[in-house]
């Protein structure tokens, strides 16, 4: 079990950019897989990203590919979300999560342990 924080959420304009970043606790994190989720308002929650135990493999939505990069960090138990060329559609929620298992996934279900979520707000 991790528990995990994420910050750097906030008001951008148009074609701007956010880094979003997720501080976990607990020793097993460099052996997990994390994921980045987003849930706008009135839409179901959906997966971003995801990042395999070691950072040597990732996953992406098609929506985000080309403009949005997950990384992560083991040394400071820390993972990444870099978003580019933002566009208001973007507008959501994004939560980040622990797998329950070391290989990057696009199944929700792998994931067990959530954040409280950080706001991203693409507005002029």
Not at 55 to 80: L, P, W
Request: proline share 2%.
């Amino acid at each position: 079990q991790v528990e995990l924080v994420e910050s750097g959420g906030g008001l951008v304009q148009p074609g701007g950019s956010l880094t979003l970043s997720c501080a976990a606790s607990g020793r097993s994190f460099g052996w997990l897989a994390m994921g980045w989720f987003r849930q706008a308002p009135g839409k179901e929650r959906e997966l971003v990203a995801t990042i395999s135990a070691t950072g040597s493999s990732t996953y992406q939505a098609d929506s985000v590919k080309g403009r949005f990069t997950i990384s992560r960090d083991n040394t400071k138990r820390t993972v990444y979300l870099q978003m580019n060329n933002l566009k208001p559609e973007v507008t959501a929620v994004y939560y980040c999560a622990a797998s329950a298992y070391a290989s990057a996934s696009s199944r929700t279900t792998d994931f067990r342990s959530w954040g409280q979520g950080t706001q991203v707000t693409v507005s002029t």
